[in-house]
DNA sequence: AGGAATTTGTGCGTATGTATC
DNA sequence: AGATACATACGCACAAATTCC
């Protein structure tokens, strides 16, 4: 790797904790493959021991890497055929469950009053999914994603994990979120299929997705029904 | 500070960390107090400027302290009387508002069989507590204590914080949770006040509480008006 | 079973950059 | 502008866990 030393840039241990997102995002790097030992890695990528250390501590931070001391670091097995699934918060009420989605309506709107103030377009991308825990419809989701970002989405091109599609298609890093969970109205849109009738209440999470700068480039409101999912949070 | 050398003992900035904790919910370090720099600090402490790093980028992880470059470490203003609540994470739905708790009910029972299996002691104590935020009902807690951990509880004792009075009075050190959020009933002991009357839905959070060592301590379940509160979760 | 080799974890010390006061 | 203080980066030694022969 050239390290970036134009002033101004990101740190060091920075530039190499990106990089390997993006080879792990990538697929670059499987599932379950054993990174080379740190010193080994270290030398390859011309910089010390410890701050390649650094880099690997956040991708531990992060859940994507798997550190075990005397065997190696590891690409944290997803359990999952389409990537990484680190930012989906809900699953089965008994641990656990394969996600995936199917796109019901996808529309470049002006954004409607009720949402958070986010981004610098007045339109966004509206997209409604339906998603699934082990084939089971466990909630709704309606995404909107400011139009800043792209002008045309493709519904084709989006793979189950719309951060992946996020970086992949369109450069755009989600990198963090904050997420308000409540309890409201299942939407007036709710397909048959999805347990809670329109109206009555379920779980709700408002999600404010942002990139590595702290800006908000995504607004998504999620309801799930909790005879099926649950949301989880966990802290250490 | 004297190390503590024993085989099988902490690593050496995790001690840190936990004594850093243990002064500011004592009080001796203050909201806002600014540490001494760190090359005195880990002068005082008989330690490495880079040991004594680690275990300040712990407590910033944590939100205890603020790290300013130029300027210094400060224990952050955690806006309440009564001390840290890093582990609350229900708030106001226009943002923050303060917490303060009344205790319903305390009692020693069986731990009943819908718990997750948990601690050693096949009993636990029960405490009921209604929580505020601003002066309005937010929710109702159920706690459940594993009794291995003390033969009774003084409810005089209890400060708005339980997880500090575990800290002070049961040298109890809950680091870390696991939160499961759905939708669930309001409870038959609903008392008025609560905006959900018993068997209506409402929001619902169980959490399984660990200490430093991954043992589940305490698990409690809290039911939350979703007209008043929300469960708020950050990922960055 | 056991010991050597490998690999990550912890801890120390130092030099330099950058933000704040 | 100078002093102070945290941030980054480098390198080394030893401990602890794992793996392999």
Same mark, same amino acid.
């Given at each position: 790797m050239i390290p970036d030393t134009a002033p101004g840039a990101l740190p060091l241990y920075q530039q190499v904790s990106e990089m390997l997102i993006r080879d792990i995002a990538s697929g670059r790097l499987r599932d379950g493959a054993r990174l080379p030992p740190e010193r080994k890695m270290a030398a390859t990528l011309g910089l010390s021991v410890g701050t390649l250390r650094k880099a690997l501590a956040d991708l531990e931070q992060r859940g994507l890497i798997d550190r075990r001391q005397g065997s190696g670091n590891y690409i944290r097995a997803?359990?999952?055929?389409? /990537?990484?699934? %680190?930012?989906?918060r809900l699953e089965r009420l008994t641990g656990g469950g394969l996600p995936s989605a199917r796109i019901l309506d996808l529309q470049r709107r002006a954004k409607p009053d009720d949402l958070p103030g986010f981004g610098l377009c007045p339109d966004a991308h509206r997209i409604r999914r339906l998603r699934y825990l082990d084939g089971d419809v466990a909630s709704l989701e309606e995404i909107w994603l400011d139009a800043s970002h792209a002008d045309r989405l493709d519904p084709d091109e989006m793979s189950q994990s719309l951060y992946l599609y996020y970086r992949d298609a369109l450069d755009l890093w989600i990198t963090g979120y904050d997420d308000h969970v409540s309890v409201a109205p299942a939407p007036a849109?709710?397909?048959?299929?999805? /347990?809670?009738? %329109?109206?009555t209440p379920c779980g709700f999470v408002e999600r404010l997705s942002r990139t590595a700068d702290g800006q908000i480039a995504e607004v998504s409101r999620t309801w799930f029904d909790s005879t099926i999912a649950r949301y989880v949070a966990r802290m250490r």
């Open positions: 997803s359990q999952t055929p389409e /990537g990484i699934y %680190a930012f989906y849109w709710a397909p048959d299929g999805f /347990g809670p009738r %329109a109206g």
